[in-house]
């Protein structure tokens, strides 16, 4: 393995935990017999309070309230432009990227509202990674790939140690352990993608954010980032985007459906979406009747 040699610090230490706030300055049958077979946790992690979000006059969120649970999968469903993407960047700002967004209500990450002015943004970024729709990795290494957010971060104390157990979190150690100096870019789409996960997961976040993470993967690969799903949800809470109703089943333990709107018309129990929702419009949705 690639040895890295950058001096020890203090700073591991220093940035577990790492507080938010920057010191003052001056229609198929759906089947749910799931992946998921682990420890039910209460504790709310991320949660929104009458949240509106805004791209210039068009309003892409309206009123949405939610309690997403630690440890556990929540999948966002429905049909294109409800916002269900919108959400789930709202939940580490990366909609403060967006010149024309524009966020009202509260969003509370571990009982902090995020949008509170003393809220570190980068910080936050820290604490709750983002795999996105296409795999992004960087023009390095597959070692440095993984290493790179450590590096960043000053996290370089055992750094060959924490990279291995970030590709073993993601599936890959055992096909890429004798090629950590090839280039991230020579593995197959679906490598690349556990690639991506395995940098999210290197600097131990608390939340791991996905947008249909496995849209441009073949059914083969599809299933392998299902599985890596439901084994990180024993670690991280995951939030995930879809379209696939049949992947959301699967995978997920809660099931928010987000309809025409912007509105959030239903969160629940996934079993009691997909097989008794209480909202018309969530059954006519899930059974193929619109949408």
Known sequence: MTQDNMT?????????????????????????????????????VVEARNLDVYYGDDQALRDIDIEIPKKQVTAMIGPSGCGKSTFLRCINRMNDLIDSCRVDGELYFEGKNVYDEDVDSVALRRRIGMVFQSPNPFPKSIYDNVAYGLRVQGKTQNMDEKVENALKGAALWDEVKDRLDESGLELSGGQQQRLCIARAIAVDPDVILMDEPASALDPVATSQIEDLIADLA???????????????????????????????????ETQKIFENPE???????????FG
């Open 279 to 289: 909202s018309q419009r969530v059954e006519d949705y899930i059974t193929g009747k």
């Open 234 to 268: 024993e670690e991280y809470t995951v939030v995930i985007v879809t379209h696939n109703m049949q992947q959301a089943a699967r995978i997920s333990d809660k099931t928010a459906v987000f309809l025409t709107g912007g509105e959030l018309v239903e969160f629940d």
């Open 8 to 44: 020890t610090s203090d700073s591991d230490a220093d940035t577990e935990n790492e507080p938010l706030v920057s010191p003052a300055p001056g229609s198929e049958a759906i089947d749910t017999d799931s992946k998921r077979r682990r420890t039910i946790h209460d504790e709310t």
